[in-house]
């Protein structure tokens, strides 16, 4: 005779028993945002905590060179 392992269903008692495990708060990467004016060589640099806003912000000033008239700005995002 072959025996089968059945498998019992876990009760709240004992999913509330089994343990988990808490990850410390996770670091946000810093990364800065330096704007350059090519033409008179004038910079800023914006610290941002998150990749997208830096990403956005870059694409603001992507815009912006469409509208400068003998303006251009560059924009780099650095760890």
């Not at 708060?25 to 830096?54: C, D, F, G, H, K």
Request: with cysteine.
């Amino acid at each position: 005779m072959v025996d089968t392992l059945e498998k019992r269903s876990l009760s709240d008692l004992d999913l509330d028993a089994e343990a988990a495990f808490v990850l410390p708060p996770r670091e946000t990467m810093l990364v800065t945002v330096v704007i350059n004016n090519v033409l008179n060589n004038l910079s800023v640099s914006i610290p941002i905590q998150n990749n997208r806003v830096a990403v956005q912000v870059c694409a603001v000033v992507q815009a912006l060179n469409t509208i400068l008239v003998g303006q251009s700005l560059t924009c780099n995002i650095q760890q």
